[in-house]
């Protein structure tokens, strides 16, 4: 080859290396695809182990959902959720804005209706001398909400021997950790809770024409309150109380 050949080919080759003013020219006109297919093509470790890496975050992130799923699932065979529809009021009786009679125990009070759609509070503790209420704290405390024509409530559920938490319920969701020790039976007119001892966990009853009746039992440190028949009293739990 001659030393004009020689010349010649450098020069092309300088057009085509990265540093040359000629590439980089050539480099402006260049779209988007085209310059990751350029900096693969001069990049080849660096994409390598770039796409490694992309593909070990989505495997992870697979693996993550998956066990969340079946977490959730587990959760949701050993601790079933059931959709109850709450008590049924008379529509006639809710477009009449009338009152709700709760009986509850020994305590009755009348309830407005536009008070239970805001969703209304009741302490056993708080009916009780039992003992006196720390900082608030309320284990006892538990909520009755009426949506359209149905009322619902929200509680948790313990066994009275044991203390061990049972379930809960929360409007229409109704949870029972265990069926061995806790069992339910819910209509449109009244929804019931029993331990493994068939006691009354919780009930709530609509008796016509305008009583709420709720009974059960409801622990806190110290007290068991009941609220039965026409009674409401607690037991310290010092003591039997079963």
Same mark, same amino acid.
């Given at each position: ?56 975050? $989505?495997?992870?992130?697979?693996? $993550? ?9 587990? *959760? ?110 819910? *209509? ?28 059960? $039992? ?6 068991? $309150? ?17």
């Amino acid at each position: 080859m001659s030393d004009q050949e020689r010349a010649e080919a450098n020069s092309e080759d300088k057009g085509r290396l990265p540093g040359s003013q000629k590439y980089w020219r050539k480099k402006r006109h260049l779209n988007i695809f085209q310059r990751i297919k350029r900096w693969i093509k001069y990049n080849p470790l660096k994409t390598i182990a770039f796409f490694s890496v992309a593909l070990i975050l $989505y495997i992870t992130f697979l693996f $993550y959902r998956y066990n969340v799923y079946t977490l959730n699932t587990n *959760e949701e065979v050993v601790n079933p959720k059931y959709k109850i529809s709450g008590l049924l009021i008379p529509k006639a009786f809710v477009e009449n804005k009338q009152q709700l009679q709760l009986h509850f125990g020994a305590y009755k009070t009348a309830l407005p209706l536009d008070q239970l759609k805001r969703g209304t509070s009741i302490s056993p503790m708080a009916l009780s001398t039992c003992e006196t209420m720390k900082r608030r704290r309320d284990p006892t405390r538990f909520f009755i909400f009426l949506e359209g024509n149905r009322l619902f409530a929200s509680t948790g559920f313990q066994d009275l021997v044991s203390e061990e938490v049972l379930g809960n319920v929360n409007k229409q969701h109704l949870k029972i950790f265990s069926e061995e020790h806790a069992t339910y039976h819910a *209509e449109d007119h009244f929804i019931e809770v029993l331990d493994a001892q068939e006691n009354v966990v919780f009930s709530m009853q609509f008796l016509q024409p305008d009583i709420i009746n709720i009974q059960g $039992y409801f622990i806190s440190a110290s007290c068991v $309150y009941i609220a039965a028949g026409d009674s409401l009293y607690a037991h310290s739990k010092t003591g039997g109380y079963v």
